[in-house]
């Protein structure tokens, strides 16, 4: 598949985007544990359908959560969800301080996190949702737009190849995250650094020749039309010889190594608003939402047909 297919690919994936018109009658409610402060106790009216929170979600995710939220908030009419636009690692804490009720993470919480979380009470539950890639872009005129593996980590690891700008969309996004847990970085690289969001990243790698972007494949999908012809995305050599983008069946198959998991994370004492919102998300309507945005659900949606016998 050629650069401009996989970015048209993509481009069509988002398009296909459209208004869910739904009735919800029932959620089957699985209880967190609460926070240390907004949601140290129950409150009138805040329940799996009604009432407000605020969710902390990365911009990778931001146009995704927007449209479960706008689903789910119309189907809940007592319901409010503020998104909170934070770096995931931010959020991540704010989550642990009690800032907010949720948050959406490509990582479960790590045993440190949890044993910080439960001082005050806080017993996250880890809600799997779907498959995530870390994608790769270089300019246009780059001879370079395949790379292996081994090629990759040593862009992370090695001052060899510190001629190499590598810009991530912001400090304490979850891909610089990622790559810091899969190769065990202890420092970011003099040649690292991070823009204030998707645009300006773009435009970096636009007009610098030796500049690599790293970026969530769905802040990619949802920017599709602005880099369209524009960037390259990088494809990953595998041991087999073929060369592998970051695209829906890759992904799920493994071939594509660089993948995450993604979830969403809430801790409450009682039934309430986060848990029914995150629930929301592991249904048929919340997965669908989550494949039209790009993004490979955890689970398919189970799609009903009927066989009629003809005679």
Known sequence: MQHSEAIKYIANIFKMKSCLLVFI??????????NKTENSKPTEGDTPNSGEIRVAVDESF?????????????????????????PETKGIQD?????????????????????????????????????DAVALIVNNESADSVFTENEVRQLFISEALSNLSVVFNSNGSGEIQYFKDLFQMKNIPA???????????????ISHNSA??????????????????????????????NN???????????????????????????????TGFAKFMTT????????????????????????????
């Open 212 to 241: 690599v972007g790293v970026i969530g494949i769905n802040n990619l999908l949802s920017n599709s039309d602005s880099i369209n012809g524009k960037v390259k995305i990088v494809a990953i050599k595998n041991r087999d010889g």
């Open 25 to 34: 009658s029932v959620f089957i409610i699985v209880s967190c544990n609460g």
């Open 244 to 274: 592998y983008l970051p695209i829906e069946s890759n992904i799920r198959s493994g071939y594509y190594p660089f993948r995450r998991e993604v979830y969403i994370v809430c801790g409450e004492p009682w039934p309430a608003l986060g």
């Open 95 to 131: 989550f642990l301080d009690g800032k907010v009720r949720a948050v959406l993470s490509t990582r479960k919480l790590s045993d440190d996190e949890i044993k910080f979380g439960k001082q005050y009470d806080l017993n996250p539950l880890h809600y799997f949702l779907a498959f």
């Open 284 to 311: 048929d309507i919340g997965q669908t939402i989550i494949k039209r945005s790009g993004l490979i659900p955890a689970r398919l949606p189970i799609r009903m047909i009927e066989i009629k016998d003809t005679f």
């Open 62 to 86: 931001l146009s995704l959560l927007t449209d479960e939220v706008s689903i789910f908030e119309k189907e809940n009419k007592k319901a409010k969800i503020v998104l909170v636009n934070l």
């Open 191 to 205: 040649n690292f650094f991070a823009t204030n969001n998707f645009s300006e990243l773009t435009e970096y790698v």
